[in-house]
């Protein structure tokens, strides 16, 4: 069975700095997809960044990239130029592309803080 | 609109009650999910529904039912409401017609069932 570990409860960054979140996986299939979902105090999951095992290049959205290390099962984002707005759980989840039911299978979270 | 809506979203029931959270969408998608929130143990699949004539249990289908009452329309039931069943509920969606790029899971705003 796949498993997805965050092993940062909590990260705390300064507004305009970077900062990096860390995700771990663990699958013997070599064909799937990684997301990063933030969950704002409002509760509803926003999906941040998603990549596809079989691309080699990192994806990237605005100010959000990730470090993808297939090898390592390695699956980082990176914030640039944090906003007051990035303040929210993030969730590294992880999806099959041979399950055709395409369900997530999640990280427990880390909490990001911005300070002003 | 919010593509994926959910009611309600805040809901307080007692022990042994019966009570039903409903999710409706308006994106056309064939598969539909539910799951559930825990502080520090991130989503975890209850039930899925291919289309409205499959559905399948999840990681933790216990104490839990479904009904897929048309394409758009998922519904979960919580038969003997107990405490440890206290939780955020996501209902979500994907499109399988759409490729590899497109089957993105999108989730609802949650609803948040305490049973006391």
């Known amino acids: 069975a796949q498993t997805v570990t965050q092993s940062q409860p909590e990260m705390s960054v300064q507004e305009a700095e970077t900062v990096t979140l860390s995700c771990t996986y663990d699958t013997s299939e070599s064909d799937y997809y990684l997301f990063w979902y933030k969950q704002p105090p409002s509760r509803q999951m926003i999906l941040v960044i998603r990549q596809e095992a079989y691309k080699q290049q990192n994806a990237t959205e605005n100010r959000f990239s990730v470090n993808f290390q297939k090898a390592a099962k390695s699956f980082s984002l990176k914030i640039s130029d944090s906003q007051l707005g990035d303040a929210a759980m993030y969730f590294c989840a992880y999806r099959s592309a041979e399950d055709s039911s395409y369900k997530l299978i999640f990280g427990s979270g880390t909490r990001l803080l911005v300070r002003p | 609109d919010a593509d994926v809506t959910q009611t309600p979203r805040n809901r307080i029931t007692k022990t042994g009650k019966r009570i039903m959270l409903e999710c409706s969408q308006t994106?056309?998608?064939?598969?539909m999910y539910w799951y559930r929130q825990d502080p520090g143990l991130g989503l975890r699949l209850i039930y899925y529904s291919f289309d409205v004539k499959d559905i399948n249990k999840g990681e933790i289908s216990d104490g839990y039912s479904v009904s897929r009452q048309a394409q758009a329309k998922f519904s979960l039931s919580l038969e003997s409401a107990i405490p440890n069943q206290t939780a955020l509920y996501f209902c979500?969606?994907?499109?399988?017609?759409?490729?590899?790029?497109?089957?993105?899971?999108?989730f609802g705003e949650g609803s948040w069932l305490t049973v006391v």
């Open positions: 979500a969606t994907s499109d399988s017609r759409t490729g590899r790029t497109g089957n993105t899971i999108y």
């Open positions: 994106k056309g998608h064939d598969r």
